[in-house]
């Protein structure tokens, strides 16, 4: 496992953007898939984007398009870009990591062993 902690959060309007980014500690970050989840009140917590260690990148269908995954290995950073936000996307955004490649599992919350404390995103209409 590895720390992780999330910062950008923020209240927004519709249509604004946001830049949400991870800090990871510890060594061995470029070996690391990392992804970002959210969980509105209510709901499940759900897959939004992941980059592989390869660079490799998803979005759920809701963000593609609009969002942009991006890491920093020497800053130990991964950063999660939302333009066009929607009052839909409001909801607490998680980022998440583990060593290594975890195959076409990588929507699952169960694939992954770090997760940061979250932090909020709000869009008003």
């Known amino acids: 496992q590895v720390p992780l902690v999330e910062s950008g959060g923020g209240l927004v309007q519709a249509g604004d953007s946001l830049r949400l980014s991870c800090a990871a500690s510890g060594r061995s970050f470029n070996s690391y898939t990392m992804a970002w989840f959210r969980q509105a009140p209510g709901k499940e917590r759900e897959f939004v984007s992941g980059v592989r260690w390869t660079g490799s990148t998803y979005y759920s269908d809701s963000v593609k398009g609009r969002f942009t995954i991006s890491r920093d290995n020497a800053k130990n950073t991964v950063y999660l870009e939302m333009n066009n936000l929607k009052p839909e996307d409001t909801a607490v955004y998680y980022c998440?990591?583990?060593?290594?490649?975890?195959?076409?599992?990588?929507?699952?919350?169960?694939?992954?062993?770090?997760w940061g404390q979250g932090t909020q995103v709000t869009v008003s209409s």
């Open positions: 998440a990591g583990r060593r290594g490649d975890i195959g076409g599992v990588y929507y699952f919350p169960a694939a992954y062993d770090s």
